[in-house]
């Protein structure tokens, strides 16, 4: 087992395979194990799953993890084994082939829930919970993830995207106001920085830049004017088509052709969410992007 973990250190796949499997077998054919070494027994499952999901190897790297997974409930169905972080780590490994690999959102979210019960927690298996919880329209849960993936850390703009939509979902506008103006003063910093001309459909990274960039100041804008809506205030309505158009100019960026200068076809949210504010039509209602 500790052989094993050498290895992984210094990236020796094969070696880590053959030494964890011995480990394995060894631990199985112990007539009797100690607490500690059953922690070990299951966490050789853990670590030999992710070396299969190092290699892409995901059907075998889902199969160790069931096998630690079942090894542990066996235990403490029969013995009252307890649950730690070591354990919780393995629920989380699993969780993330359902979510990355398989797509599979329900178990997905059981396993990150029973890591996280374990006490295996971070920033990225609550900002996952809070995906899940979102997509399953459950804002009040995905909410208190979303706040607990940012807790202690600098909210990346993913986050601060998903706290703004959350929060907007749930028509709490002044809470959204803040997080959207905070994601549009970053992506504006950024662009900023990057003092030239910005090309999204040659540059993945800049593709998302702007992307992002669309979304959050359509979003911003559509918060903004609810709230000159509620409050009569000019001065957000103003700022609201300003955000508005900034969003527009995202279109533009992302949809003109590089060469010919001509923009694709087709209409976009901004667009329609600015006719609206000019002219209110009665079943049409400013709109944001959803996606996070």
């Not at 500790?2 to 394995?24: C, M, P």
């Amino acid at each position: 087992y500790n052989l094993g973990k050498y290895y992984i250190t210094t990236n020796e796949d094969a070696r880590v395979q053959t030494s964890l499997e011995t480990a394995i077998t060894k631990f199985n054919d112990a007539p009797h194990l100690k607490t500690r070494e059953l922690y070990k027994f299951i966490d050789s499952y853990r670590l030999l799953g992710e070396n299969f999901t190092k290699t892409q190897n995901y059907l075998q790297a889902q199969e160790k993890y069931t096998d630690g997974i079942t090894l542990f409930t066996k235990e403490k169905e029969n013995a009252g084994f307890e649950g730690n972080a070591l354990v919780g780590n393995l629920f989380a490994d699993l969780a993330d082939i359902n979510y990355f690999v398989a797509a599979d959102y329900a178990n997905a979210e059981t396993n990150y829930q029973t890591a996280v019960d374990y006490g295996y927690d971070n920033a990225k298996i609550r900002y996952r919970l809070g995906y899940i919880q979102y997509n399953n329209k459950d804002y009040l849960k995905a909410l208190g993830s979303f706040i607990k993936s940012g807790e202690g850390v600098e909210k990346e703009r993913n986050l601060l995207l998903a706290l703004g939509n959350t929060l907007a979902l749930r028509n709490d506008d002044y809470a959204a106001e803040g997080y959207y103006e905070q994601l549009v003063q970053s992506l504006d910093n950024e662009i900023l920085e990057r003092k030239g001309a910005i090309y999204p459909q040659a540059d993945k990274r800049e593709f998302d830049l702007i992307t992002d960039y669309l979304y959050a100041t359509n979003n911003y804008g559509v918060i903004l004017y609810r709230l000159a809506k509620r409050t009569g205030d000019s001065s957000r309505n103003a700022k609201a088509i300003v955000q508005l158009q900034e969003s527009l100019r995202a279109w533009d960026s992302l949809t003109r052709n590089q060469a010919t200068l001509v923009r694709l076809g087709g209409s976009n949210l901004a667009e329609e969410n600015i006719k609206y504010i000019a002219r209110p039509i009665t079943e049409f209602e400013p709109s944001i992007y959803n996606e996070i």
